[in-house]
């Protein structure tokens, strides 16, 4: 069975810019979290989609959404990025919502973001 | 915030056990203990989780102590793909609620 997939493996993006990273959760697989990853935050959660519909989101700004399609992949999207934001974005999937059930999460390889 | 503390970094020579521990004094009843692990350069790997019995499969064993108040998570043969920084979140199995990552413990396993 494929593990989850992220596109693309590598960007760079100027400020002002924006981004739109994609995932592929395992065939099957109902959930897909989001998290950003930085030295100085370590892994921080963003939002979860699960149905097509955000179950749960994280304490980061409106600049960061997310959407899931019909066949569970899903999209994050950051629009007029900063500096700040040049991270490590990892995507996960789950059979059932995190914390519910069968809740063990599978991450996929991640993207890394560099604004410049 | 992270609801667990874990010691920054540890050795352990290639073939012994490594020893993981966690303090999580605050734990509720409902909350479980997991452990996920990520090797450089890719992303979290879930080991085991437990609520108060010990567990094991293929990859480790959780103790839990008995107040559930810390665990420690048992690499039996480590190997230098073990390397890796091992994080222990405390989280309910029930409500929609996400992972919370610490900072975890960088464990270097040494030839």
């Known amino acids: 069975k494929a593990g989850v997939t992220q596109t693309p493996r590598y960007l760079i993006k100027t400020r002002g810019q924006q981004v739109t990273l994609s995932c592929s959760p395992i065939?099957?697989?109902?959930?897909v979290s989001w998290y950003q990853q930085t030295p100085g935050q370590g892994l921080q959660f963003l939002f979860e989609?699960?149905?097509?519909?955000?179950?749960n989101k994280g304490n980061f700004p409106g600049r960061f959404s997310g959407r899931q399609f019909s066949n569970s992949r899903s999209e994050m999207n950051v629009s007029t990025l900063e500096l700040g934001d040049s991270a490590l974005y990892l995507c996960?999937?789950?059979?059932?919502?995190?914390?519910?059930?069968?809740?063990?999460?599978?991450f996929g390889p991640g993207t890394r973001l560099t604004v410049l | 915030d992270a609801k667990t503390t874990q010691p920054p970094s540890m050795d352990c020579a290639e073939g012994r056990a490594a020893n993981l521990p966690c303090n999580h004094s605050?734990?509720?009843?409902?909350?479980?203990v997991y452990w996920y692990r990520q090797i450089h350069s890719q992303g979290p790997q879930y080991i085991i989780h437990?609520?108060?019995n010990n567990e094991t499969n293929e990859m480790a064993s959780l103790i839990i102590t008995e107040d559930r108040k810390s665990s420690t998570l048992i690499l039996p043969h480590a190997t230098l793909r073990d390397t890796a920084v091992y994080y222990c979140?405390?989280?309910?199995?029930?409500?929609?609620?996400?992972?919370?990552f610490g900072k975890g413990t960088r464990l270097s396993v040494i030839a």
């Open positions: 996960a999937s789950s059979l059932e919502l995190a914390g519910v059930g069968n809740d063990e999460q599978f």
């Open positions: 065939s099957g697989h109902r959930s």
């Open positions: 989609y699960f149905s097509e519909t955000q179950r």
């Open positions: 605050t734990i509720s009843g409902n909350e479980y």
């Open positions: 437990g609520l108060k």
């Open positions: 979140i405390v989280r309910p199995y029930s409500g929609n609620t996400p992972l919370v």
